[in-house]
């Protein structure tokens, strides 16, 4: 008869019981895995099933580790800092301190509903002074190095946020945040002088565990080229425009050049005539983001009425300005050959310019060119004593011979910035600087961190370019730490990402006050083995975290230069027709009713059964009562078949090996919905086997000890049930032994002259006379020529040759 699987009752127990006894405690003897997740900004509409599902994996991941003789590291805390956090505040027309705790509060609740194995006592809190200390003490260890410094420049600038963006955060010409349609501002900005790791960026993108598609962004995004620098000046002027270029071999085909509208020289090029012309572009392209200009598919141009002399052949090339070309790319100025560039192409037949032809596919020039020529490979043409080389090996030779002449200089670019660390907004890390007259931006004393922010109660960003915090003259007036005169405080704050681009390293000293992370913490803790988050990350986050990481390791504060050893991406839960869960869309599905109507241990493992788990999956909750039933269906199996004194047969062995071999192998390839179809198919066995002649007591604990780290609760119960008094995860991960996965019959072709004529079923250990002999019986009267041969496949065909 069956018993009524009571999860309320059965999750209810044993969460108390953890809590007063935790299954993953460190003794000092096992050996340290980090398993670390993306930890959440605190929203207002807490955790829907989407973030569930990242939760999940990561606990199943550590679970599993635990058996395998692992204490894991597996930490919970807080990016409360930040734009979604002061956006909700003003929404909701509260203090961001007050809605970032209730916030917390909320989801801390939520989470503890999945049941995972955080260590809250590691808990961090990006907007706790304790914490954020030390985000300001990092930011002025990079002052000291020359990293941090100011700037005015154009920036990205949301409207609705009311804040400086980096360009990581504009995503088609839109707020990564809020939506808005970004346009540019000139602003003084702190900035972060990431390109001074550029090549240790990428270069050590190799020695990474990371999936493909990640690095390769990252790759992108960082956009190592290599060509040169080469001046043209600028015909009847002591002027001199530098351009970039990847390909200084094609110099005789350049018949214009474009410059940024915002580049320094762009409105002096103007002459009388085209004066208003110029002027009018300018302002059109700065209302424009430089996502949207990039995207753009027609191209925009004026001519500003100035030439530049081309250094390579003196021709005259005409100057003009485009949007497409941004100031803070290269050196804001391209030159252009159109013969073989498809944009320059279109800008050039567009507006009726010159296309010479410099590289040719045997030497050979095409006659009314309809499109570019953009084959790397051919011969030079037009181009004076290059002409006949080939252009791949002039490319290699075209930057040292410039060199030469006077007129550029081999060079390296990249497409990354320096990164944008100012935020006109209250909710984030003050800045730990002071502007004195006299001693310019001086740092504020380490032993006078943290630089708290001041208790306000309006805090709404002002739209003006300077963040609220302005406004507080008994905050901003302070005195120089160097002179001690007069001086005031920087009242821009620190962006979101200041705090997350470090948070995994405090977590395991989170006490210390002494030090960001003690040595000895980190050279025993460190750095995280496995990081498991979604792939929206790939660029700002994860970016970030290894700059960090890297400077921290070049002053010394830890021992290794990548914070991340391996990544797992989970794909998104959406909403239906695929579109992204949100609460202004009203597709949020929460996981609270779920938990409280299937089980916690349902809902955990419907998760991971939704799909692969690297990829997106639509929300369908009807598929999980499929999940709640198999539960069901095993919890009484093993109790019907606790009790009984069955013995272990051969079939038992072979399904309980198979079932190890299955769930282990397709759980370290991170299957994890097959492994849960895999459970379910296994328990279909049992319920057989339990009806023919019983399962053994062996088989059933080797079953829940794989369960466990997807179903923890049941798990536990059921261990219990079967007289353990001792923790299901206090047990070793189950071994297959690999001569029970081998079947003791297999059914094969049998083949006249490479033809299928019939099959038959052999032993797997039968010798190829007695397989021929076999397939010769199920052949019969079809075997009716003279044999010439006999082929036999071993597990696979008999092929049988005959005349």
């Not at 003490?137 to 990079?142: E, P, T």
Request: with cysteine.
């Amino acid at each position: 008869m069956a018993v009524p699987y009571n999860h309320k009752a059965i999750e209810q127990k044993w969460r108390k019981h953890w809590e007063e006894q935790p299954v993953n405690v460190n003794d000092g003897k096992k050996p340290k895995y980090y398993c670390l997740d993306m930890f959440p900004y605190p929203s207002g509409s807490g955790l829907h099933v989407g973030h569930w599902r990242g939760y999940v994996i990561s606990d199943v991941w550590s679970r599993y580790k635990m058996l395998n003789g692992y204490y894991v590291i597996h930490p919970m805390g807080w990016d409360a800092f930040g734009l979604p956090a002061e956006n909700y505040a003003i929404k909701m027309g509260v203090h961001p301190k007050e809605s970032t705790a209730e916030n917390i509060s909320n989801i801390k609740r939520q989470i503890g509903e999945i049941a995972a194995v955080y260590d809250w006592d590691m808990e961090v809190n990006t907007t706790d002074p304790e914490f954020y200390k030390w985000t300001q003490w990092i930011f002025v260890q990079m002052f000291k190095k020359g990293l941090a410094y100011e700037k005015e420049m154009p920036i990205n600038w949301c409207p609705s946020c009311k804040t400086g963006l980096a360009n990581e955060e504009v995503v088609n010409g839109k707020c990564e945040r809020c939506g808005a349609d970004v346009t540019k501002k000139n602003l003084r900005q702190w900035m972060l002088k990431i390109t001074e790791y550029a090549d240790r960026l990428l270069g050590d993108l190799d020695k990474l565990d990371w999936p493909e598609k990640v690095k390769k962004m990252q790759a992108e995004w960082i956009g190592k080229s290599h060509g040169a620098e080469v001046d043209f000046k600028v015909d009847g002027s002591g002027e001199t425009i530098t351009v970039y270029t990847t390909r200084p071999d094609t110099l005789h085909g350049a018949t214009f050049m474009v410059l940024a509208p915002e580049h320094k020289l762009a409105a002096g090029l103007a002459t009388e005539e085209t004066k208003e012309a110029v002027e009018d572009y300018i302002f059109q392209a700065s209302l424009k983001s430089s996502v949207d200009r990039l995207q753009d598919k027609e191209k925009t141009g004026v001519f500003t009425g100035s030439y530049a002399v081309n250094p390579i052949n003196g021709k005259k090339v005409p100057i003009w300005l485009s949007d497409y070309v941004l100031a803070d790319y290269g050196t804001g100025a391209i030159m252009c050959v159109p013969a073989h560039d498809d944009r320059d192409f279109e800008f050039a037949t567009k507006f009726d310019i010159p296309i010479v032809q410099v590289i040719a596919k045997d030497g050979k020039e095409i006659e009314n060119m309809t499109e570019a020529y953009t084959d790397a490979s051919g011969t030079m043409i037009n181009s004076g004593e290059w002409n006949g080389m080939e252009s791949s090996v002039l490319k290699e030779e075209a930057p040292e011979i410039i060199e030469k002449m006077g007129v550029g200089k081999k060079t390296t670019n990249y497409k990354l910035r320096d990164w944008v660390f100012s935020r006109q907004r209250y909710w984030g890390e003050p800045i730990p600087i002071v502007h004195c007259p006299d001693c310019g931006a001086v740092p504020v004393p380490e032993d006078q961190l943290p630089l708290t922010l001041p208790e306000v109660e309006k805090y709404e960003p002002t739209g003006t370019g300077e963040s609220p915090l302005a406004d507080i003259e008994e905050w901003v007036n302070t005195t120089c730490p160097v002179c001690g005169k007069p001086a005031k405080r920087e009242t821009n704050t620190m962006p979101q990402w200041a705090g997350s681009s470090w948070y995994f390293l405090r977590y395991i000293d989170n006490k210390n006050h002494e030090q960001l992370v003690s040595k000895e913490k980190a050279d025993k803790y460190l750095p995280v083995d496995m990081y498991i988050g979604g792939v929206e990350h790939a660029v700002l986050h994860l970016l970030y975290s290894r700059f960090y990481t890297k400077f921290l390791y070049d002053i010394g504060v830890v021992d290794f230069d990548e914070p991340f050893h391996k990544l797992f991406n989970q794909g998104m839960i959406t909403g239906k027709n695929g579109i992204k869960m949100s609460k202004s869309k009203g597709n949020v599905v929460s996981p609270d009713d779920l938990v409280r109507d299937y089980g916690c241990d349902s809902l955990r493992m419907y998760e991971l059964f939704v799909g692969p788990p690297e990829l997106d999956a639509e929300w369908d909750e009807r598929g999980i009562d499929g999940v709640r039933r198999f539960l069901s269906r095993f919890y009484n199996v093993v109790l019907d078949q606790k009790d009984k004194d069955v013995k272990e047969t051969k079939e038992l062995l072979k399904v309980r090996n198979r079932l190890v071999y299955d769930v282990t192998s397709r759980l370290n390839k991170f299957s994890l919905n097959t492994v849960v179809s895999g459970f379910m198919e296994y328990n279909n066995k049992l319920n057989e086997l339990a009806k023919k002649g019983g399962v053994d007591k062996t088989t059933l604990e080797t079953f829940i000890v794989l369960l466990a780290p997807f179903a923890p609760h049941i798990s536990q119960e059921l261990w219990s049930e079967l007289g353990h008094e001792n923790s299901v995860f206090d047990q070793k991960w189950p071994e297959y032994d690999e001569a029970y996965l081998k079947d003791d019959e297999v059914e094969i072709a049998v083949q006249i002259n490479g033809k299928a004529r019939a099959t038959v079923t052999i032993g797997a250990d039968d010798a190829k006379d007695v397989v021929i002999e076999k397939a010769k019986e199920a052949l019969g009267d079809k075997l009716n020529g003279t044999i010439v041969k006999e082929i036999y496949v071993p597990g696979r065909i008999v092929n049988i040759v005959q005349k």
